[in-house]
């Protein structure tokens, strides 16, 4: 139901020359109108949903002072708009007496419509935060325009205590109470997975949002005012809008929990997959890892002057947790398995990616000596195609570079000095010289057609 806002300003003057019959029945029709009005806003208020909860409800700390003083306003503005209309009747009893209003006539409606004769109870003595036996002085004597502005003060702290109240429990309720259903769900699903306060901190988290909407729920009903925040400056009755902050915090709450608890239904449904995936990643580094111990003991054999790293056996670690996994599955503990699951995930790759970072480094001798083999072999295979197979000084750095690079233990250092000295042996062979005994531009041509 709507509230209408301020009552219209009263237009009088203060008491001066006497009305004319014209000018008393214009203003007795105007204030004819702003009396209607004003009635039509109080009963608005009267009958405001929000006013009939405020009385209904059991109010605490500063909802409930406020509406104590709203309700001492409201007493308030109904006696002075009963002051009001009583010196309105009595003007218009006054104009009804006679068709032409003689001037004692006119004077006693220019007093009644301008003067201060209006009586009213004292402001201060019933205002808010004013005892009720307040100021030795009662009533007071006000004019109709200022006994209109005392009822728009009224009026407008009432009314915006009221909005306020209403704007706050029409929001925050429902919303909390949606939340809740959620969150029935949601513990619901949650206990079907296992997840459950003391054994699991999702279920844990669940009952804690469940004691904070509770609290929440109690505490928005019983004071709603602790709830809004007032607009800024002056603004209307009702300006403002509610504080969502605790419910914003329990929903963004609720919505981790429930992506926690999907991704423990997604571990029920993908379970064996992820088992069968990881024990393969270990059996992969097991094997990776054998692979390397292998080939450490045939560097030790092959490769001399060399160091060469220690080989680590597979871990009996990550397969004791694989096998705690495999157990929560067939006792269908998915909460529990979820976590280990994802964590062994990452770590069984860890693992591989370790066990094939240590057969790498393991075989970088057997790989240095390959390439120092076939980089011999390419320019030998080169000094062929020039026919300089059967030259004495190639054919004795070829087979030194050779022995050494096929017995065992190989000195890769001294093979590779080898290789090199059989290379630049190939390369001045092959480079063509001046006359004069010093290499050319011919020679930068048959150096390159050394490295095709």
Same mark, same amino acid.
């Given at each position: 139901?709507?509230? #209408? ?37 109080? /009963? ?31 007493? /308030? /503005? ?27 006539? !006119?004077?006693?409606?220019?007093? /009644? ?40 003060? !009224? ?60 609290? !929440? ?114 006792? #269908? ?120």
């Amino acid at each position: 139901m709507g509230v #209408a806002g301020s009552f219209p300003s009263f237009a009088g003057r203060p008491p001066g020359p006497v009305m004319g019959r014209d000018e008393a029945d214009r203003t007795l029709a105007r204030l004819g109108a702003e009396h209607e009005a004003i009635e039509t806003s109080l /009963l608005a208020l009267e009958e405001h949903a929000g006013r009939r909860l405020l009385e209904g409800a059991a109010l605490a700390g500063a909802t409930e002072e406020r509406w104590a003083s709203t309700k001492r306003s409201i007493t /308030l /503005l109904w006696q002075y708009f009963d002051a009001y209309a009583g010196t309105l009747a009595s003007a218009r009893e006054i104009r009804s007496r006679r068709r032409y209003p003689g001037r004692s006539d !006119l004077v006693a409606l220019t007093g /009644l419509l301008r003067g201060d004769g209006v009586t009213v109870p004292n402001h201060g003595a019933a205002g808010p935060g004013t005892a009720l036996t307040g100021p030795a002085r009662l009533s007071e004597r006000l004019t109709l325009e200022e006994v209109v502005a005392r009822m728009n003060d !009224l009026y407008a702290g009432a009314l915006d205590m009221v909005l306020s109240s209403d704007s706050v429990w029409s929001a925050l309720p429902a919303r909390i109470d949606l939340l809740a259903a959620e969150l029935r769900r949601t513990g619901s699903l949650a206990h079907s997975v296992g997840v459950r306060p003391g054994q699991h901190p999702a279920g844990d988290d669940l009952e804690s949002i469940a004691e904070e909407l509770t609290a !929440l729920r109690e505490q928005v009903i019983s004071d709603p005012l602790a709830f809004w925040v007032p607009g800024p400056g002056s603004a209307a009755p009702g300006g403002g809008r509610p504080d969502t902050t605790r419910y914003d915090r329990a929903a963004r709450a609720l919505e981790e929990v429930r992506r926690e608890i999907e991704a423990v239904l997604a571990v029920r449904q993908d379970a064996e997959q992820r088992l069968v995936q990881v024990r393969d990643l270990l059996s992969r580094a097991n094997r990776t890892l054998a692979e390397a111990r292998l080939a450490r003991g045939e560097v030790l054999a092959k490769i001399a002057a060399s160091e060469v790293p220690a080989v680590s056996g597979p871990t009996t670690v990550l397969q004791e947790r694989l096998a705690a996994a495999s157990a929560y599955r067939r006792h #269908a503990q998915w909460s529990r398995l979820s976590p280990l699951l994802e964590s062994l995930e990452r770590e069984a790759e860890d693992e591989l990616l370790r066990a094939r970072e240590s057969l790498t480094s393991v075989t970088e001798p057997l790989a240095v000596r390959a390439e120092l083999r076939g980089r011999l072999d390419a320019y030998r295979a080169k000094v062929v195609r020039h026919g300089l197979a059967e030259e004495p000084l190639l054919v004795e750095r070829y087979d030194a570079a050779r022995r050494m690079l096929w017995s065992a233990p190989c000195d890769l250092r001294v093979a590779e000095q080898a290789v090199l000295r059989y290379q630049r042996a190939v390369t001045d062979l092959l480079t063509p010289r001046r006359p004069d005994g010093q290499d050319g531009q011919d020679g930068q041509v048959g150096q390159g057609e050394t490295s095709s």
